[in-house]
């Protein structure tokens, strides 16, 4: 007997619904498990991980910070580059910070949880630290001597042309001193929290300063990575740090630039990326050949 073409068309979506279950929910996931349990592939895919003592330390492919429980660098470490995402470095919101180079003006204010910094002004205060933690020079274009972005908005009598009737600094509050004094014959104010004085006319104006157009501090010091879990560095970075690690561990710097170099990787196939250090990798090859003081 014909079954009706309503129950004969339901019939064939339940076929098509129960071969597809098969394939796709149970054929397909085991063979991925298993190509992933093939030699060579095993590693990444149970999410290479790193042991240390027989004790899992991280991973080779995910970032971590070396700081100690107030966020302070630990000396003796190679440290990484910043991450944006969540706390740093967390797998579950990797993120950027989606600020872009127009990020200048930092939003101030009294309450903490409503102030932030802009990416110029980020991007400042890690120069200044690392050049502090490093002994090199720290400063960079556009940046000022306490580690904000060096931004006036200046404001003038016909909008955007016209004399200059005031200028404000507007990443710094009191008790800081204007990184400059005037501006065109104008003394410079300090900025006021809850001020927004873009809004109000000035025209925003970074000042370049004296800083050596390529810092000693490199980009990925001082910039944080699109996914926030880059456990690489490169090896300009690793090469700023190498003196201070050495002093730390009482170690020959010649000896701990040669153990960077055994961890620096070139690019891929030979001409994709930049070379780049694995930081985890390194500072456990140190922790064994160069025990801390």
Known sequence: ?????????????????LVFTVLLGL?????????????????????????????????????QSFTDADGNPVARYFQSRPSAAGDGYDPTSTSASNLGPESVVDTLATDPEE????????V??????????????????????DGVGAVLA???????????????????????????????GVPVELAQP????????????PIRGDAPADPAVPADA??????GLDPQISPAYAELQVNRVARERGADPAAVRKLVDEH???????????PRVNVLELNLALDRQFAAR
């Open 115 to 122: 102030a932030s910094e802009s990416l110029l002004t980020q």
């Open 222 to 227: 001082v910039t944080a990575s699109g996914s």
């Open 264 to 274: 620096t990787d070139g690019r891929g196939l030979g001409f994709m990326g930049e």
């Open 154 to 184: 200046v404001f003038r009598a016909d909008g955007l042309t016209g004399r200059v009737t005031r200028v404000v600094s507007v990443n710094q509050v009191a008790p800081a001193t204007p990184f400059v004094s005037s501006y065109q």
């Open 124 to 145: 400042c205060g890690r120069s200044k630290a690392i050049g502090e933690l490093d002994g090199v020079d720290g400063r960079r274009p556009y940046c000022t001597d």
């Open 194 to 205: 809850g001020e927004d004085y873009v809004a109000a006319g000035g025209v925003v104006t």
């Open 27 to 63: 054929v397909y996931p085991l063979a991925l498990v298993a190509v992933g349990k093939l030699p060579g592939l095993n590693h990444k895919s149970d999410g290479s991980l790193i042991e240390s003592g027989g004790t899992t330390v991280g991973s080779s492919l995910i970032g």
């Open 1 to 17: 007997m014909r079954l009706p073409t309503w129950i004969a068309q339901h019939l064939a979506a339940l076929r098509a619904l």
